[in-house]
Structure formats: C-alpha cells, structure tokens
C-alpha cells in the first residue's frame, strides 16, 4: 500500500500555482525527499498532506484514506513545518511534556529517550527561548518524532543545523526507516544533502514535479566529459575526431563527450602525444549535484 498518494493534487494562490498537478505515490519505509528552489511550493504540498489545506483539485490520501475522513490516522503521524514552533518561555521538556499530553499520552521514558536520541539532555531544562538555532530544530523534530508515528512529513528538517548535526539526523532518520520501517517525506532545497538521506528524489518546480529519480541512479545522469588543453586546441579535435571521438571546442577546452575517452584519459593523452600534441592539462570533469539539479529545472 502507498503511505502517501496524491493524483494531480493542485492548489493554487490567485494566479500562483503553488502545486500544480502533482502525482506522487510514496511506500512504506521509503524515504523519499521534496527537492526544490524557495517558493517551488514545498510547503503547501506538505499542508496539503497534513490537511491543513483544500486542494483546489485532484485527491491526496495517507494511509489509503483522505485526511479529511480518518482522524485515526494524525496518531501516526508526526511533522514538522518550516519554523519548529514551541513555546518560548517553556523549558525543552516542558514543551515536550505538553506535545504528550496533547497526543493524549504521558510517559517521561518517551521523552527521555527523544532526548537522548536527539542529544538534548543537557538542554531539558533549558527554556526554549535560549536555544540555538540547531537545538530549536533538535527539539521541532522531538516534537515530530516522540510518539514513534509511522509517517514523518518533515519541511527542511536539517534547517540550522550544522555538519555534525545533519550527519546526526541523517543517520537517525535512516535507523528509523530501516528498523522501523518509518515512510519519511521530507523537503529541502540542498540536493546533495537530500541524496544522501533519502531512497527517492521528487524534483518540484513552479508547483510541477519536474523529475523523479531513485537516489541510486543519479550518477548515471550526471554529466561527464573529458577536458582537454593543448596547445593546437583545433589540430588536437582533427586528430579526435579523425578517430572517431565526439570532441569540440569550449572556451579554450577540448570537450570529449565519448564514455570510452572519459574512462580511458590515458589513450586519449597517448594518441595526442603520438601525434605531436601532447596534453598541458588532461582531466575527467564531473557535473555537480547543484547543476545538475539547476539542468532539470531549466530544461
Ligand atoms: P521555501 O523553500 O521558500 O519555503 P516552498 O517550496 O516551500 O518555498 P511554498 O511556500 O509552498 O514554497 O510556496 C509556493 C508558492 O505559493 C510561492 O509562490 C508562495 O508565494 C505561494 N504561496 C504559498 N502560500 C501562500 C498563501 N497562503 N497565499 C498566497 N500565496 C501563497
């Protein structure tokens, strides 16, 4: 069964069409990550999810059933939108204490253990007011996460969050889906994060999903070439394509799109050299994740 499905779900703001006829269907256990620019309309999809707004058409279902028709289902559900709201004043277990007594459950070795896991303990008796940025974010996802749900919808869960706390995140999210078997739905704008984490990407842009690629299969798609520099740019292309290589001219770069050449530079250097055109400079250039990311929303 899809933990999440959605069927042309489009919500629009005026003359903004925040989503626009996204199809998504998400299994159990999957993690599966919302990548877009700001204002690509993550968020709304999620409030979409959560009911917290109407869809102006198409269906959206958790759990097999529409939000609107299961109460049952927000038990199993944890979440996270954009700003972790918590009450300021209120110390960290404090906060969660109450987060418990709102799901209708009160159990101290549950906090304890979110705490433990989220490496809070030494701030739960902190007010909320006076934590980092990070540490509001460790304690939005306490938030999502303490009463075990089966669905995480999280909006940019590693916001403030520096490199060891991302890592940190990273791998409990994971512990989650695969010990768990935890469906996690999470949107950010950092594709390299976002590949890391997650078994399949939904590229969104202007409201449309644009792409959807398993994590896996990325570096399939990213481009290669192999650069070249020498100093007779245009004798060194006679010679290439002379034997059959696609190779063109770039600025002041040899570009040799073949995958035979970019994995065997060595031939390349060898011919060029045998032919009086020895290579200055001769290395593989690899796509980044940005890019190629910014590549599929322009296309
Ligand atoms: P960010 O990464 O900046 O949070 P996002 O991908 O989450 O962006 P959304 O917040 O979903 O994007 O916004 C999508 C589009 O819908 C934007 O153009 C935004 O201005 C517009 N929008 C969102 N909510 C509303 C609203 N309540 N009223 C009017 N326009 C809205």
Not at 31 to 45: E, P, R, V
Not at 151 to 175: C, F, T, Y
Not at 260 to 269: F, K, L, N
């Amino acid at each position: 069964m899809n933990i999440i499905q959605t069927e042309n779900l489009s919500k629009y703001f005026g003359a903004v069409k925040a989503v626009d006829q996204v199809s998504i269907h998400v299994k159990q256990g999957e993690i599966y990550g919302f990548l877009g620019l700001n204002g690509a309309g993550k968020t709304t999809l999620i409030r979409l999810l959560l009911g917290l707004i109407k869809p102006d058409t198409g269906t959206c279902m958790l759990f097999g059933k529409h939000p609107k028709q299961a109460n049952k289902i927000w038990n199993n559900v944890g979440y996270l939108i954009e700003t972790p709201h918590a009450y300021p004043r209120l110390s960290v277990r404090e906060n969660l204490q109450l987060i418990c007594k709102l799901r209708g459950f009160d159990d101290h070795r549950l906090i304890n253990e979110i705490t433990d896991r989220l490496n809070l303990g030494e701030y739960v008796h902190t007010k909320e007011e006076n934590l980092s940025m990070g540490n509001k974010q460790r304690l939005g996802l306490a938030k999502a996460l303490i009463h075990r749900p089966k669905l995480l919808l999280l909006d940019e869960p590693i916001n403030g969050l520096d490199p060891a706390g991302i890592v940190e995140i990273r791998e409990l999210l994971q512990e989650l889906s695969e010990q768990q078997g935890t469906t996690i739905f999470l949107s950010s704008h950092i594709l390299s994060e976002i590949a890391r984490l997650t078994s399949r990407i939904g590229i969104i842009h202007k409201g449309a999903l644009v792409k959807e690629i398993k994590s896996a299969d990325l570096d399939e798609q990213i481009i290669m070439r192999l650069h070249i520099k020498t100093t007779n740019n245009p004798g060194a292309i006679e010679v290439l394509t002379d034997k059959g290589f696609q190779a063109q001219l770039a600025n002041d770069l040899i570009e040799v799109s073949d995958s035979h050449a970019i994995d065997q530079p060595e031939t390349i250097s060898r011919l060029l050299v045998e032919q009086g055109l020895p290579p200055k400079l001769i290395w593989v250039f690899e796509e980044d994740l940005e890019h190629y990311f910014l590549r599929i929303i322009k296309a």
